[in-house]
């Protein structure tokens, strides 16, 4: 299993990104995107289960950042709204073998290499 997360990049405060995480040798199931700043630790962002159904947001990225999916495409998305310069983080996307999703990294076997997103004040 391969991810392919893309779509980082510099922004001001207040701005919009959209973030893709791409599978390849396998169907993403559960899937989610974790972000982990400069000094800190990985903290789990989003995730969304299989089928869409399911979806989990942490209280800090709640009704600004939004998951989905195309499983026709085996793709993850984030559009991220609202930019804060606290959300300035290395963002991962992960997969796992289960048709839910999970808010701990170790429920995740596979890992993409990372976008960075950066927000200016």
């Known amino acids: 299993v391969q991810l392919q997360a893309s779509g980082g990049g510099l922004v001001q405060a207040g701005g919009s990104l959209r973030l893709s995480c791409a599978g390849s040798g396998w169907t993403l199931y559960g899937t989610g995107w974790f972000r982990q700043a400069p000094g800190k630790e990985r903290e789990f962002v989003a995730g969304?289960?299989?089928?869409?159904?399911?979806?989990d947001y942490a209280d800090s990225v709640k009704g600004r950042f939004t998951i989905s999916r195309d499983n026709a495409k085996n793709a993850v998305y984030l559009q991220m709204n609202s930019l804060k310069p606290e959300d300035t983080a290395v963002y991962y996307c992960?997969?796992?073998?289960?048709?839910?999703?999970?808010?701990?990294?170790?429920?995740?076997?596979?890992w993409g290499q990372g976008t960075l997103v950066t927000v200016s004040s």
């Open positions: 992960a997969t796992n073998l289960r048709l839910d999703s999970t808010t701990s990294a170790e429920g995740y076997a596979y």
């Open positions: 969304i289960s299989r089928s869409g159904g399911s979806i």
